[in-house]
């Protein structure tokens, strides 16, 4: 008893910390030990908000039951598992249809390497800012790898990490708006960004380091290739077409103003409507039945996954409660920490708590910048962005609440641990080239 006293001092001045990498690993271990991932990640959510919440045991337990029945029916929840089930909807229309089986024939046809295939398809689907997007390209990475012999963890390793490729930059992802707000244009934001994410696709060649031959032996092209290709992707063309424009309307609509009811519109509408549109069309282009349209909308998967959407929601609800980001943020200051390293390891541990790139830039940037402003100047700004960016991006990509990860395990049936363990090497060097370019930027006086 003296050592855990002894204990819980020695981490008091990181106790929202501590907590908070507790629960992951706790939801870590208990989906090692066969515990299904909602009940998981229920459980860490419990753990987080009675550890963190002030009151007595009894208030504790009320006010963290109240933020998980409001995480549980928030807008956003409902909102998030709305487009949920239009992409399991769109992803089951396309594989009856055969739509997905003729997107990677023709991606095989142009691309000529198996893994080159395997890497294309998540980065095609992930130019859409669809919220868990990487179910979507799910299926095609799986078709793609075909005969290959490729563990399940590294099928969703290789979906997850090239789904996430374009989001340093592209102006699509919410995450990018807020922070390109940091400097001062778009062109200079993308001058600085875009490295990273040549970085994080040169990073991700290591997923294919024990692939044999399939990288460098090579077909000739197929005549047509291209053009098979853009005309089976229609699905993903229809969702841009739709969502471009739904999403500018919603914008000069200032839906975001009209409290959380508006903003899970202004969040989630333009990519529902450019979905809905899509399962229509493909319904049709491939003569669907009434039987097959059925299966699809009843799978057991879809109501799996869910489950699974409202249990992550209710998880980031207890950790705002409980104020988990900005009492993280209080303590590494608190300690004294370096400017670079607050500047790399806030946005990394936000990412991580929240999952989310827009999580990671609305709670750390807000902080860490006008630290960095009053210390070195508005006109350093941009490398410091591109720094912070980088790392809270890997937090993101690190968390098992980001909905992307979580869903392209479930699909894979692949544990949380195995797929760490094909992304780690991938993210210490991205880790390393983003720490590198900063360097590099400051040394120039950039």
């Known amino acids: 008893m003296a050592q855990l006293t002894a204990l819980g001092r020695a981490l008091e001045p990181v106790e929202a910390l501590a907590t908070t990498l507790g629960a992951f690993a706790l939801i870590l271990l208990l989906t090692r030990l066969k515990v299904p991932l909602v ?59 055969g739509q997905m089986e003729r997107i990677v024939a023709a991606a095989r046809a142009l691309l000529r390497r198996p893994s080159l ?17 990487a179910l979507f390209s799910a299926p095609m990475v799986e078709s793609a790898a075909g005969g290959q012999g490729r563990s399940r963890a590294k099928l969703s390793a290789v979906n997850y990490w090239f789904r996430h490729i374009w989001e340093h930059w592209w102006p699509l992802y919410p995450g990018v708006l807020v922070a390109m707000t940091y400097v001062p244009s778009y062109a200079i934001f993308v001058a600085y960004q875009f490295p990273l994410g040549v970085f994080m696709v040169t990073a991700g ?55 959380p009811i508006g903003e899970a519109a202004d969040k989630f509408a333009p990519i529902a409507l450019g979905v809905a549109v899509s399962v229509g069309w493909t319904m049709h282009r491939n003569r669907l039945g009434l039987r097959e349209v059925r299966s699809v909308w009843l799978s057991r998967r879809l109501i799996e996954m869910v489950l699974l959407v409202v249990a992550v929601m209710v998880f980031r609800q207890v950790l705002s409660a409980v104020d988990a980001g900005n009492r993280i943020a209080a303590e590494l200051t608190g300690l004294r920490v370096p400017l670079v390293v607050v500047a790399a390891a806030l946005p990394f541990i936000a990412g991580l708590v929240t999952g989310l790139a827009i999580g990671f830039v609305g709670t750390s940037f807000p902080i860490v910048l006008p630290m960095v402003a009053a210390a070195e100047g508005a006109a350093a700004l941009p490398a410091w962005v591109a720094l912070a960016y980088a790392f809270g991006h890997l937090g993101q990509m690190t968390s098992p609440l980001h909905v992307c990860h979580v869903m392209s395990n479930r699909y894979f049936r692949a544990s949380f641990a195995s797929v760490y363990r ?25």
Do not use: N
């Open 39 to 97: 009940a998981a990640v229920l459980v860490g959510a419990a753990f987080e908000g009675l550890l963190l919440a002030s009151g007595a045991p009894a208030d504790r337990g009320v006010a963290i039951t109240r933020a998980a029945a409001s995480g549980a029916v928030h807008p956003q929840t409902l909102g998030l598992a709305a487009v949920t089930v239009l992409l399991l909807a769109l992803s089951g229309t396309m594989q009856r249809g």
């Open 422 to 446: 094909q992304i780690i090497p991938s993210m210490l060097v991205t880790a390393a080239l983003a720490g590198g370019y900063f360097a590099v930027l400051r040394a120039l006086g950039l």
């Open 205 to 259: 060649l290591l997923l294919f380091r024990k692939t044999g031959t399939d990288l460098h032996a090579a077909r000739p092209a197929q005549h047509g290739a291209a053009r098979r290709l853009l005309a089976a992707a229609a699905p993903v063309w229809i969702i841009l077409a739709v969502c471009v424009p739904a999403m500018l309307a919603a914008h000069w609509g200032k839906l975001d103003q009209l409290g």
């Open 117 to 133: 295939t395997m890497a294309a398809l998540p980065a095609l689907i992930g130019l859409l800012p669809m919220p868990g997007g």
